[in-house]
């Protein structure tokens, strides 16, 4: 079994559990697991945008946030506006797209490096927060959407189907959307890494200087991919307005950045299944850990229910221990194993050689 | 004219409070090319130790210029030795963990003082200016500022320590080859740094309170400070507070603070889009 193979393989598996998933699951759960379901996968389609961009295109982008925050809002003042989702929905992808390619081609036609890009994506960040955090009054509004300040935009009008705004899409609606959502971008970008331009991007990554003098402009290629991931995370963005009927200027802030990354490194840069899984698994762990907080109940307890210290701990643990990832270490581990079968029942056919590389 | 001497005032306490917030940090980043994104929370358990301290009878003085700067201290040189010293010349892994050590010192001070500000009124009154009034803290947290710095530019200048710490900055393996220890020197600059930290937090804490996550609002300034200033420890941290600070203090004085900061930050995003080595990669270059 050769790693082509296994890709097929991996990618089949990934298809039939995610169809299987998206089928079975309004029929056999109940609706607040679907509900809460719901958000992870949303949350993935946010994981994906920044697995692109950072797993395959190499930019670290600590604002992954603010095009996320983006979306949301301008889904949001859009609806109040317009009243019929179609419009609102392609404007909160196009908006964040649109600030994406603004702030790469600052940063990228400027040659900043990836580590002083961390810090400028951080900050453009903390600048949405305390612009958005601080139109409290109603001096700040959109056409008629109030920005709402700290306070944040309550009561949006959910999703419809394009064309009749009568027909809202339901809980359950949003659950298929999301679901087929996360399948068809996460097989769509498995097909764009494939391609070409993947190819180009991947080797960007590996070696900026030598693809530059093959003739491709990286400049270019990454403003493309922080482009589209931009897009993806604005869309993600849209949903989760969509889901909770309600944006508030946290989704900006640098807890919510802070978790986007921690579900990439726990999943593996590199692979695509990896930050999903990661996201799905640190929102499962936030909520149980969240959940369980009797009063009273003694110190350590409390201690564990403290998002921000246990996530801490993770993020630390896995750059000094795991710093691949789950997925491709264990997918490491598998090869290894794969190798050692094959080894043991080759070994006494072929002639004793030199250590392999 | 009186108004003209106040506004004064908030510019020069604008920007030694820049300068302060920031040179801890442009110590770690000059000598070890270490971001570190628990700044913030060095600055935050600083003002916790000097809180902590004067709560137990300790002069605020000795809280704030003494406690808060060993303990600090000493928490850098365990985190120096427990994780970043495993992760240099790794820059990104060095950002990514000292984040999640972020994250859980924020976890940990919530855990154990709870999601409240406090605070310790400022000492020193006030006084006059013309028609006007003003804290007399304000000139208190000037004065840190500038002895800090002339502190940082004498031992970097005059003495063995500051010697050793310029070489091992500017070629590690030949310090090395030379007889110093590197690992040594990042260790006590990792801690020196820390400590300085928690000295500008502790002197900040009675204006802005305490609060677990107070570390945000400090990291990203300190940051473009750092970033802005470029390679130069000293005379980047001054210029890039100097113009930083002037345009904060002024966007405030004509909008609200709010868009102060934000003004703060659009410049520096402009600054190293025009200069990405910082202005100590363009100017003032033989500078310390």
């Known amino acids: ?357 | 004219m009186d108004l003209i001497a106040l506004l004064a005032i908030q510019v020069l306490y604008a920007i030694a409070s820049l300068a302060l917030i920031s040179v801890g940090l442009a110590i770690i980043f000059g000598m070890m090319r270490v971001i570190n994104l628990a700044h913030g929370e060095f600055l935050m358990l600083g003002g916790y130790a000097a809180i902590v301290a004067t709560s137990h009878g300790i002069s605020i003085w000795i809280a704030m210029l003494v406690v808060a700067p060993i303990v600090v201290g000493i928490i850098g040189v365990i985190v120096e030795m427990t994780i970043i010293r495993f992760l240099y010349g790794r820059m990104v892994d060095t950002m990514l963990a000292t984040w999640g050590l972020s994250l859980f010192l924020v976890g940990l001070t919530t855990a154990i003082f709870g999601n409240t500000t406090v605070g310790i009124s400022a000492p020193l009154g006030s006084f006059q200016i013309g028609a006007y009034r003003t804290s007399g803290y304000t000139l208190f947290v000037i004065g840190v500022a500038v002895v800090v710095l002339a502190g940082i530019f004498a031992v970097l200048r005059w003495t063995r320590l500051g010697l050793i710490a310029r070489g091992t900055m500017q070629n590690a393996n030949m310090a090395a080859a030379l007889g110093v220890n590197p690992p040594r020197v990042y260790a006590v600059t990792f801690g020196i740094g820390a400590a300085l930290s928690g000295l500008a937090g502790a002197v900040l804490a009675p204006v802005s309170g305490v609060f677990p996550t107070i570390g945000v609002a400090y990291v990203a300034k300190s940051f473009i400070t750092v970033i802005g200033g470029g390679a130069a420890i000293l005379s980047g941290t001054v210029s890039a507070s100097a113009l930083f600070g002037t345009i904060n203090q002024i966007a405030t004085f004509a909008t609200t603070p709010v868009f102060g900061e934000v003004a703060l930050l659009a410049t520096a995003i402009v600054l190293i889009r025009l200069l990405p080595q910082g202005i100590t990669g363009r100017f003032f270059r033989r500078g310390l």
């Open chain 1, 1 to 357: 079994m050769n790693a082509r193979t296994l890709n097929f393989l991996g990618m089949g598996l990934v298809g039939v559990i995610g169809v299987a998933f998206l089928i079975l699951t309004p029929r056999f759960a109940e609706l607040d697991a679907v509900l809460e379901l719901t958000i992870y996968m949303i949350m993935a389609i946010l994981a994906l945008s920044l697995a692109l961009i950072w797993g395959y295109g190499g930019i670290l982008c600590f604002g992954q946030s603010a095009f996320f925050g983006l979306g949301a809002y301008t889904y949001a003042i859009a609806m109040f506006n317009i009243g019929e989702s179609t419009v609102p929905l392609l404007l909160a992808i196009a908006l964040p797209a649109a600030f994406a390619a603004l702030l790469g081609y600052f940063v990228f036609y400027g040659r900043i490096s990836d580590v002083y890009l961390g810090v400028i994506t951080l900050t453009v960040t903390l600048i949405l927060f305390n612009s958005v955090n601080s139109t409290a009054g109603p001096e700040f509004h959109i056409g008629v959407a109030r920005l709402g300040g700290f306070n944040g935009i309550p009561g949006i009008p959910p999703l419809n189907y394009p064309g009749n705004r009568t027909a809202v899409i339901d809980l359950e609606g949003m659950f298929y959307l999301s679901t087929a959502a996360l399948l068809a971008i996460y097989f769509g970008l498995r097909l764009l890494l494939a391609s070409r331009f993947g190819r180009i991007i991947v080797g960007i990554r590996e070696n900026e200087r030598r693809a530059e003098l093959l003739g491709y402009d990286p400049r270019a290629y990454k403003l493309a991919i922080f482009t589209i991931g931009g897009a993806l995370a604005g869309f993600a963005g849209c949903l989760f307005a969509n889901w909770g009927n309600f944006v508030s200027p946290t989704i900006f802030g640098l807890a919510q950045s802070a978790q986007i990354i921690i579900w990439v490194i726990v999943g593996g840069r590199g692979t695509l299944i990896g930050p999903i899984v990661g996201c799905i698994g640190i929102q499962w762990l936030t909520t149980a850990l969240g959940a369980n907080q009797p009063s009273g109940s003694d110190w350590w307890t409390r201690l564990l229910a403290n998002a921000p210290l246990v996530l801490g701990i993770i993020l630390v643990a896995f750059v000094l221990l795991v710093p691949k990832g789950l997925v491709p270490t264990l997918g490491d581990f598998g090869q290894w194993l794969l190798r050692a079968r094959t080894r043991r029942t080759t070994s006494a056919l072929e002639p004793k050689q030199a250590e392999e590389r």
